[in-house]
């Protein structure tokens, strides 16, 4: 299993230490990235690079913003070889973003 490596003390500075914050955040987050993951999927399934790019920035800024290392590494991956026209590492990597994005449920 990978691993989500989340920085929750990161996370608490960009909301100031307010707690009720960044669970409001992360689900947020969890909902977003339901929808990325599953463009990605149809991105992947039709050779779509383009989508690819638009659903991995996605989850990369937001995982970004939260300090969501493991998700936000691999989503910049992803976007990085969309940028190449291709959809290889997407398709190589999408069930372990599936798992990354399962770990959310965990994160509070």
Do not use: C, P
Request: aromatic fraction near 4%; proline fraction near 0%.
């Amino acid at each position: 299993m990978v691993d989500i490596q989340w920085n929750k003390a990161f996370a608490l500075e960009q909301t100031a230490g307010d707690e009720e914050l960044l669970e409001e955040l992360l689900i947020l987050f969890r909902d977003s990235s339901a929808d990325d993951y599953a463009q990605l999927q149809r991105a992947v399934a039709a050779g779509d690079a383009a989508a690819v790019v638009q659903a991995a920035h996605s989850l990369k800024g937001a995982a970004a913003s939260l300090g969501i290392e493991g998700i936000r590494q691999l989503a910049f991956d992803m976007e990085t070889d969309g940028r190449q026209d291709s959809v290889a590492v997407a398709r190589e990597k999408l069930t372990i973003m599936g798992e990354l994005l399962e770990q959310l449920r965990n994160l509070a």
